[in-house]
Structure formats: C-alpha cells, structure tokens
C-alpha cells in the first residue's frame, strides 16, 4: 500500500542526519577540516571577549558621567560662591545708586538739598517750587529772566513762574581753583567746572594772572603757576572718587560708597 511504500522509502531522522554527515566528510579534504576547526575557534574566542569589552566600554561611560558631574558641581559652586573680598563689608560697601549725592551746577537739588563744590563763594540750593530746585551762587525772589515755565491767564496771556528761592539745606564749598577770565594768582589753578579744562595759570605780571590754553610771551611773562587742569574724562580712576561721574574708567571696577565721606571706584 502508499503507506508501506512511504514508510520504505522515508529514513529515520537519525539515519539523514548519519548519511548528511557521512557524504560532508567523504567531499571535504584534511586542509579543509583543519580549517573549518580553527574558524569555530575564532568564533568561539570573539564571543568569550565580547562581554570583556563591553564591561570597558560601560566603564568608560561610567568614568566620564562622573567627571561631567564633578564639573557641573564645581561651576555650580563658582555662581554661587560670595565674593569674599566684599562679603565683610557688606555694611560699608553699598552700589552708588543707593547714594544721595550732591548736585552740580544747574541741576534740580530738591531731593539732595545739597550742591557740590563750586563758585567763588559756593552754590546754595534754592527752590523754586515744590518740584524745582537749582545750585545757584544768589537767588532772587520772583520771575528769573528767561523763564519759561508758566500758565496762561483767562487772557490767554503768558504768567512765567516766580521762584520762591527758599533756601534747601546748606550752602556748598567755593571752588579752590578760578575759573577763566579771573585772577588766578591765589589760587594757582583753574576750575575744570567753570571751563577751565586744559587750561593754566598763566601769569601776566605781578598784579595780574589767568587762565589760558597756552600763552605768548611779549605783554605777558607766561610764568605757568602751578599745573595744566587735565580734560575731564567723563569717569573716575581705580582707587579715585567716583562721586561726580559715578562711573569708573577701569574695566572690572564700579563705583561704590565706602561712607558719607568717601566714594570710590572698587575692583568687584
């Protein structure tokens, strides 16, 4: 019958495997049995050093994770490391915007009532409103020439304002040096607020000196007295007042106040 005659024809599964085996090894020569050998045992050392280098590998990754955490922390630390060389003056060293400082010239004195140094007899702040208050030499009481500020009447004609000239605070210091134009033989120096930037003291003769640029000699002797005022440089110098520019010139520097009598540029 078909199943007899497939049950004939079929081998076991033991006997394919004995005649596959049996028909490699009659075809394959000695040199390449040899060879197959040494292929399996390359195999079989790869994967014996496969583990082996990925146990390094994930060491390196281990090692590098914990120096980019150390640096991290290290620049972590550096933002928020107090500087100490400001850290026990905390009391003293306060920013200049916390200051209240005097006014110059022309400039509203009503929250400072105070003028900085100038004039042949000093500046006194006076008011002219609530609002407005300015550093002047006199001040009289009422409309000041040139006045611009003001109401309209019903008229619609102009009211200038009037200055109450109250006085706010004390009057400041005169200024030591002249300005341009004025005797300069006392005080041997000329007023960089007053125009005198650049400028000496110039002698003319024994009753007369002034400031000037330069001087040729012929009426005048030309004696300098005393030094060359330097130009303004708009800020002040490390380890300098800082009090008018409140800026410093150095790069790394700003300007601070140590105390009601010093104000200084500071390496920060």
């Keep these: 019958s078909s199943i007899e005659l497939a049950a004939r ?3 076991r599964p033991d006997t394919t495997r004995t005649l596959q085996t049996a ?18 045992l390359l195999i079989s050392s790869d994967a014996e050093q496969l583990p082996r280098k990925s146990r390094r590998h994930w060491y390196m ?11 991290a922390a290290l620049v972590r630390a550096a933002h928020v490391a107090p ?3 400001t850290e026990g003056n905390a009391e003293l060293v306060t920013t200049l915007a916390a200051e209240t400082s005097c ?3 022309g400039s ?3 929250s400072t009532k105070c003028c900085k140094s100038g004039g042949k007899n000093g500046f006194q702040c006076y008011a002219k409103n609530e609002n407005w208050a300015e550093c002047l030499e006199t001040c009289e009481p009422g409309v000041h020439e040139g006045e611009k500020e003001g109401t309209y009447n019903a008229a619609g004609q102009f009211v200038p304002a009037k200055w109450s000239c109250d006085k706010l605070g ?5 200024d030591p040096c002249s300005a341009p134009g004025e005797d300069c033989r006392q005080t041997r120096c000329c007023s960089a607020a007053q125009g005198g930037s650049g400028m000496t003291c110039f002698e003319k003769n024994e009753n007369w000196a002034s400031c000037a640029a330069s001087c040729e000699e012929g009426d005048w002797s030309c004696k300098a007295l005393g030094n060359r005022t330097p130009y303004a440089a708009g800020c002040g110098w490390a380890g300098k007042s800082c009090a008018d520019t409140r800026l410093c010139c150095n790069v790394g520097f700003s300007c601070v106040v140590k105390d009601a009598s010093w104000t200084a540029c500071t390496q920060t």
């Design 9 to 11: 024809t079929t081998p």
């Design 23 to 40: 028909m490699l090894a009659r075809d394959l020569v000695p040199s390449d049995i040899e060879q197959r050998h040494e292929d399996e």
């Design 61 to 71: 990754i281990g090692a590098v994770a914990v120096g980019v955490g150390a640096a």
């Design 83 to 85: 500087n100490k060389g």
């Design 103 to 105: 006014s110059g010239l």
């Design 108 to 110: 509203n004195c009503a």
């Design 170 to 174: 004390t009057r400041g210091a005169p």
